[in-house]
């Protein structure tokens, strides 16, 4: 429908064709109704009127069209509007004239008519033709307006929910807010700590966005307006309490407010206020329906996340860091942990180097699952593995001890571990492996095969199927390189080819143990949605050979 006649309180008719005389009495009923009539003589004009309109954005209300023309018939108007994307919504009254053929109402509905009136027909007649067709219209418009606006809602809730961190959801939710009211939106979640995340509609431009210390204010305004607030809940900010450059660079808005919690972190959507007309109903009940399934959304994100520091600080703290590794006899070795991005979970991914008598124990793992509880038991089994190599350093036998130990007291918790002991004065290696990626043996003098050490996971009770330790030596020269599948592992792409991929990098790594740990970092380890540890180990230039 026509924005202008809507704010005038008045309707357009535009009055096509007809015999002159015709033509006008209708025009002047009409106006005397109280509409705005556009009378013009042919198809082509009437075409060329609505194009002209289609831009200005003035569409008619209705169109009284006689069904024959000039030069084409009413039908075949009516046909060519009703196939226009805009045009189609405008309503057409289609007037014949009395004794003319018997099949022109039949025409007129075939070609998308709303209606066909009989000419000469009495004023009331064509005054309730009219005013019956406009309803019609505008009931026909407003339903299908309902229909948009309630699928832009559940589009955008569902990507709300599909959000995996709180940067996603806001800027999910303000392009929401802002196609729902066509107006510029910023979307809050204000977390337990104070801190506060935003999103701005799309079409705000990134210059001159709101300083820390506008944030700052409304982290304090929003902590106010929402404090034991439990439902959704509307104000509106005046400028002076609202600072400026939100909506538009620089300039002082009033705000509309909607904060609604899902639990102990309020989600604030505000758009500006530009003039003194109230949302209508249907814009309040979306936006505040959005408002609403964002903080639903925003509570478990918020959980996940103090989750996630919390595992990865106790990863952190249990792990050694590279440059506070223990001095270990004659053997230089590198460590790497990489925590996933951070829209993945916190896994399980350890690794150890332990002195044991007169050799080295090297130990890469990773704790099946991703949660706090899989990095409580990387710890646990850090800690066992510790305790057991005190006593005995075998490969093998630390394998079926941590294996009887998850059993006991994580039965349902498994876990790959790859432990390598290391005698550095002859160069020889035992590796057990439990599941995990094989140690990949790099030679001084080129080129880079995987160990052939395989086994069950630990924790599925299968000790007694695991094969005796590999055995093998390494020259001076030579690497070994432990990873975890974080590294390497893409979704869709098959673990060996992958690997494959992992063993042809390293043939060509640069010398050392770091500058190769480095290398695969840069050339794997970028935007990973798993844990990465890594351990490269190698026999200090100097030692003896049997």
């Known amino acids: 429908m026509d924005g202008n006649s809507r704010r005038n309180g008045t309707t357009t008719v535009l009055v096509v064709g007809g015999v002159p005389d015709d033509r006008l009495a209708v025009s002047a009923l009409l106006r005397r109704a109280g509409h705005e009539v556009v009378p013009v003589a042919t198809a082509a004009e009437a075409l060329r009127e609505l194009d002209t309109r289609l831009r200005e954005g003035t569409l008619p209300d209705v169109l009284l069209v006689d069904v024959r023309l000039r030069d084409m018939t009413g039908f075949e108007l009516c046909r060519r509007l009703k196939a226009h994307q805009t045009l189609a919504a405008v309503p057409v009254v289609h007037l014949s004239a009395a004794g003319a053929s018997p099949g022109d109402h039949r025409r007129s509905l075939d070609s998308g008519a709303e209606a066909c009136l009989t000419v000469p027909a009495e004023p009331e007649e064509i005054q309730t033709v009219v005013r019956t067709v406009l309803h019609a219209a505008r009931l026909r418009a407003d339903d299908q307006a309902l229909i948009r606006r309630l699928t832009l809602l559940s589009e955008t809730i569902v990507t709300v929910q599909a959000a995996r961190s709180l940067d996603e959801l806001v800027d999910a939710a303000a392009e929401g807010t802002a196609r729902l009211t066509g107006l510029p939106a910023v979307v809050f979640v204000l977390g337990p700590e104070g801190e506060l995340y935003r999103g701005m509609s799309p079409k705000r431009?990134?210059?001159?966005?709101?300083?820390?210390?506008?944030?700052?204010?409304?982290?304090?305004?929003?902590?106010?307006?929402?404090?034991?607030?439990?439902?959704?809940?509307?104000?509106v900010v005046h400028s002076p309490l609202w600072p400026a450059g939100f909506f538009r660079p620089g300039v002082q808005d009033d705000a509309r407010l909607v904060l609604a919690q899902g639990g102990k972190a309020p989600v604030c959507l505000a758009t500006p206020v530009r003039d003194s007309r109230p949302q209508s109903p249907a814009d309040e009940a979306g936006v505040a329906r959005l408002a609403q399934a964002t903080a639903l959304a925003a509570e478990p994100l918020l959980m996940y996340q103090v989750e996630r520091h919390v595992a990865l600080t106790l990863q952190r703290s249990f792990l050694p860091q590279p440059d506070k590794?223990?001095?270990?006899?004659?053997?230089?070795?590198?460590?790497?942990?990489?925590?996933?991005?951070?829209?993945?979970?916190?896994?399980?991914?350890?690794?150890?180097?332990?002195?044991?008598?007169?050799?080295?124990?090297?130990?890469?793992?990773?704790?099946?699952?991703?949660?706090?509880?899989?990095?409580?038991?990387?710890?646990?089994?850090?800690?066992?593995?510790?305790?057991?190599?005190?006593?005995?350093?075998?490969?093998?036998?630390?394998?079926?001890?941590?294996?009887?130990?998850?059993?006991?007291?994580?039965?349902?918790?498994?876990?790959?571990?790859?432990?390598?002991?290391?005698?550095p004065d002859t160069g020889r290696v035992r590796i057990a492996n439990a599941g995990h990626i094989p140690p990949l043996i790099v030679r001084g003098s080129g080129g880079a095969d995987y160990a052939k050490a395989h086994g069950p996971l630990l924790g599925l009770g299968l000790a007694v199927n695991r094969p005796t330790p590999t055995e093998l030596f390494l020259e001076p020269s030579d690497r070994l390189l432990v990873v975890t599948d974080g590294l390497i592992e893409t979704r869709g792409t098959d673990l060996a080819l992958s690997m494959e991929h992992l063993r042809a990098a390293v043939a060509d790594a640069p010398p050392g143990v770091r500058p190769l740990c480095d290398m695969l970092l840069d050339r794997f380890g970028q935007d990973r949605e798993d844990d990465v540890a890594m351990l490269a180990l190698q026999l200090r230039p100097g030692q003896a050979r049997p």
């Open 325 to 423: 590794l223990p001095d270990l006899p004659g053997v230089d070795i590198a460590v790497r942990y990489e925590p996933a991005s951070q829209q993945a979970e916190i896994g399980g991914d350890f690794y150890a180097a332990l002195r044991v008598g007169d050799g080295v124990l090297a130990a890469v793992g990773d704790v099946v699952g991703h949660s706090l509880d899989a990095a409580t038991v990387m710890v646990e089994i850090r800690h066992a593995l510790r305790a057991y190599c005190v006593e005995d350093s075998d490969p093998a036998v630390l394998a079926e001890r941590l294996d009887r130990m998850l059993q006991r007291y994580h039965p349902e918790i498994t876990a790959t571990v790859c432990l390598v002991l290391v005698e």
């Open 205 to 235: 431009i990134g210059l001159a966005l709101p300083d820390r210390g506008a944030h700052d204010a409304v982290a304090r305004l929003i902590g106010r307006l929402g404090a034991g607030r439990a439902v959704v809940h509307r104000t």
